[in-house]
């Protein structure tokens, strides 16, 4: 599709419509220093909230990031685990470390790079925080930052129950309670568990081996301990226990491997957050962070049964990690009617602490010994952030954060790194505040990410080490609501300026027996440069119509496009209101072809996925019947270029992962 026709078919969304009725509710982003109106703050941000989840019965983040526009994800796994944002992002990893590019904070707790855990049950929205998150997130966001909020305690009693079923043996169970234990004391818990046989056979074993089993625990408890201070804490526990299969030599989906991998992740979390309003110029907030995660993962490396590569060639490669983190931070805020300069400066300001450790074992045929790594990270840094009103419709904010940034790692090849870096982030922002409602900005902010090492195969001295790289993003955005408030739009336009851009490789070394060893790694080059447009937009003409859309256009200004960044992708829907119990949603998700790798040639073709729900409700009851990928496309979302097939005397060629069939079912919700 050419971008004159994604940008025709999105201008159906805007014609006019009067009306005095106001339709639109106001989004409130939780990932900021301060939750603010979604239409207030001066960036590009998508909300995808619980009726989009629903709608589309998504179980995972992977199943509604791509209504977001200018975001990518990468497979390789049972589920995409990696984020590109903006053209930026990592696509996979095999050893230590991995620097991430795009965060991601599931109820205030780092899980940047294991997006494994992303599952959504319970989950009140999630937030997409595009460009460089320097002044609030530091390092582990250089392109963009996911947020995960999970749903509040509830002051009056309230408990479901959620049964759904669907094509490939999906199934599943969930509930939830929530309300008050004690006058001031309010809990929320939850529980889910699915399970599926995936969506291929493998035809060795005569079974299904991409098999799904997930389970997700979460409790919330809210606490009013004072007129002005309130505790809050949240534990979680996410156990997911699939198999992995997915690579088969003729790039189909049904495979022949004899000994299928696995990926597996058992997750325990838990955040604490004090708020204190007891002091007149600034309100207290201490919050504190814990996550210990045990992942497993491996793969048939040669993807078919023993003898079928001559010279008795058969092989796995399994790694097992087992990560911590903690953090801690100190906020303060300063009071509404305290603001500094005649009330005309609120200001945050913070310092906050990270540390990480992760072991690593890999079992690999060949391997003379298992391979066993430590990684120690530790983060500190302090910032400060301040708005300042300089008009009854301007106002400008100002954003500095300095980070150190240490690391520790050794493993039994006997290497061993140190790296030791002090890492600058910064925004400035001026803002017009449209009369009514929205805004209109311009901003210029700085990103960072560390620097770091390459520990994989048997890579050359030369290439073990990258520098750090930084990123200048200018961005003009406006923000609004139009036709009485039922037209809502968001549009921003960016381009971002990369010094030392971290690109990721591999290369392939033939080894004495003819395979093949397979090795990424990341270098730096010199610089690079992304343009592109995001634009969102719901008008809601009746009771009985509402239209939705989003459009991100990219480009790379440096030569051929990047990795995992198609030029132009689009959502288009509408939601339709038969009766006050009955209603359907239909839409379209499209994106251009994208490379896999930026060291090779294979490529993702351009496709469009189609969607549908229909939704009865009456009362406590609801009824969905929900399809996804309803013309049962293929399409990819992971791929790789080397050689593995003897037939062929294992000539270099492209292999995919073929991303999910058509899929359907119902779900039964009971809410009281």
Request: glycine share 8%.
């Amino acid at each position: 599709m050419s971008y004159r026709k994604t940008l025709a078919s999105l201008s159906l969304l805007f014609p006019l419509s009067l009306s005095a009725q106001d339709v639109l509710e106001e989004i409130i982003v939780t990932a900021d220093f301060r939750q603010n109106a979604l239409d207030d703050i001066p960036a590009s941000i998508s909300v995808i909230d619980t009726e989009v989840m629903e709608r589309r019965n998504a179980q995972h983040l992977e199943d509604i990031l791509l209504n977001t526009p200018n975001v990518n994800l990468s497979s390789g796994a049972s589920r995409a685990r990696f984020i590109q944002i903006r053209g930026i992002g990592e696509r996979g990893q095999f050893s230590e470390p991995l620097n991430s590019s795009v965060g991601m904070m599931i109820d205030g707790v780092d899980f940047s790079g294991i997006g494994t855990a992303a599952m959504l049950y319970d989950i009140e929205q999630v937030e997409v925080l595009m460009g460089p998150q320097g002044t609030r997130y530091g390092s582990n966001a250089l392109a963009g930052l996911i947020n995960l909020q999970s749903k509040a305690a509830t002051q009056e009693q309230e408990f479901g129950l959620k049964l759904q079923g669907g094509n490939y043996g999906h199934r599943g169970i969930a509930g939830f309670i929530s309300g008050p234990a004690t006058d001031d004391l309010f809990y929320r818990l939850s529980v889910q568990q699915l399970e599926s046989d995936g969506f291929s056979q493998n035809i060795t074993l005569g079974r299904p081996t991409n098999q799904r089993d997930e389970t997700t625990l979460r409790a919330k408890f809210r606490w009013l301990m004072t007129e002005n201070e309130t505790l809050e804490f949240i534990t979680s526990m996410i156990d997911i226990d699939n198999g992995y299969d997915a690579f088969s030599l003729n790039n189909v989906r049904d495979t022949l491997s004899d000994q299928p991998g696995f990926d597996r992740q058992d997750s325990k979390l838990a955040s604490i957050k004090f708020n204190s309003n007891s002091f007149n110029q600034f309100s207290l907030e201490v919050m504190g962070a814990f996550a210990q995660s045990d992942i497993a993962y491996g793969y048939d490396e040669d993807w078919v049964f023993s003898g079928f590569h001559p010279f008795g060639y058969s092989s796995t490669d399994h790694y097992f990690r087992d990560r911590e983190n903690s953090s801690g931070e100190i906020r303060l805020v300063s009071s509404e009617d305290r603001a500094l300069f005649n009330g005309r400066t609120s200001w945050v300001a913070g310092v906050y602490s990270l540390h990480q450790d992760v072991d690593l074992q890999r079992n690999y045929t060949f391997l003379p010994d298992i391979f066993a790594s430590r990684f120690i990270i530790d983060r500190t840094a302090v910032y400060a952030e301040t708005n300042t009103l300089l008009s009854n419709n301007w106002s400008l904010d100002l954003g500095v954060r300095h980070e150190r940034f240490s690391a520790e790692y050794d493993d039994t090849n006997d290497l061993s790194f140190r790296p030791d870096h002090n890492l600058f982030g910064a925004k400035i922002s001026l803002n017009y505040h449209l009369p009514g409602a929205g805004l209109t900005y311009a901003t210029v902010s700085r990103g960072y990410k560390s620097g770091g090492f390459n520990t994989d195969g048997s890579l050359d001295i030369d290439l073990r080490e990258f520098n750090e790289e930084t990123l200048l993003n200018y961005e003009l955005g406006i923000k609004t609501r139009l036709l009485y408030n039922r037209l809502q739009l968001q549009a921003a336009l960016f381009s971002m300026d990369r010094d030392d851009v971290q690109i990721s490789s591999s290369t392939v070394r033939v080894r004495d027996d003819g395979s093949s060893e397979f090795i990424d790694f990341i270098g730096n080059a010199a610089a690079g440069s992304n343009r592109g447009v995001e634009l969102s937009a719901q008008w809601t003409p009746s009771e009985t119509f509402m239209f939705y859309g989003s459009l991100g256009l990219g480009d790379s200004l440096n030569g051929r496009e990047q990795a995992h960044s198609p030029d132009y992708q689009f959502t288009l829907g509408s939601e339709i209101n038969f009766t006050a119990s009955l209603s359907m949603n239909i839409n379209v998700q499209g994106r251009d072809g994208f490379y896999f790798s930026d060291s090779h040639g294979v490529r993702s073709e351009g496709y469009s996925l189609l969607n549908a729900s229909l939704r009865y409700q009456s009362g406590n009851l609801s009824l969905n019947l929900w399809g996804r990928n309803l013309a049962d496309e293929d399409y990819f979302v992971r791929g790789f270029f080397f050689g593995n097939d003897p037939r062929d005397d294992y000539t270099a060629k492209g292999y995919t992962q073929l991303g999910e069939p058509r899929v359907y079912g119902l779900t039964l919700d009971l809410n009281f």
